[in-house]
């Protein structure tokens, strides 16, 4: 989940919003956890930012659920690593999880509409 540093531009996530998070990073490749906690910090522009706390827990659960499949590798850093990457169940379950997403923007968005009258 983010720092709770007291910045304006952090955003708090909704249950179940780290999961699609990390399996919309995946779709571009495999990708260790801290990668991955960087790729959503960068592409939020700093608005969000996964503590290890929170991203690996997430991803052994979605390794358990069979979303992804994971094998040590050197990183970057020359420094061992687990990588994740999508399994064909997980591409499956990022389409629904998108669509879920969907849903729940255009939820929001009507109840935040002015009341007219």
């Keep these: 989940m983010p720092k709770r540093d007291g910045s304006p531009n952090r955003i708090e996530l909704l ?4 999961d699609l998070l990390i399996l919309q990073t995946l779709q571009w490749g495999a990708q260790h956890g801290h990668g991955i906690g960087q790729a959503i910090r960068i592409s939020s522009n700093d608005a969000l930012q996964i503590e290890h706390g929170s991203i690996y827990p997430a991803l052994h659960r979605l390794e358990s659920r069979g ?3 994971s094998e040590w590798k050197m ?3 020359n420094r061992r690593a687990k990588y994740y990457k999508l399994t064909p169940q997980g591409k499956r379950q990022l389409i629904e999880e998108q669509a879920k997403w969907k849903q729940l923007v255009r939820a929001v968005a009507r109840t935040t509409k002015p ?3």
Excluded: C, D, K, V
């Excluded at 249950?15 to 780290?18: A, E, K």
């Design 67 to 69: 979303w992804l499949a």
């Design 115 to 117: 009341i007219e009258g």
């Design 15 to 18: 249950q179940g919003t780290l």
């Design 75 to 77: 990183s970057e850093a």
